[in-house]
């Protein structure tokens, strides 16, 4: 369970980091990979 809960917060920081990049196209990636998990 700490697996899932730790992997969902590495895809919100991951999420977090490309707005702040600005990459919407990562973060389109992120979410369809969150979504998939």
């Known amino acids: ?4 809960e730790k992997s969902h917060t ?3 920081e ?3 980091l490309f707005n702040e990049m600005e ?5 389109e990636k992120v ?3 969150k979504i998939q998990n």
């Open 14 to 16: 991951a999420i977090r």
């Open 10 to 12: 590495n895809f919100n």
């Open 23 to 27: 990459a919407p196209k990562q973060v």
């Open 31 to 33: 979410e369809k990979a």
């Open 1 to 4: 369970m700490a697996e899932i």
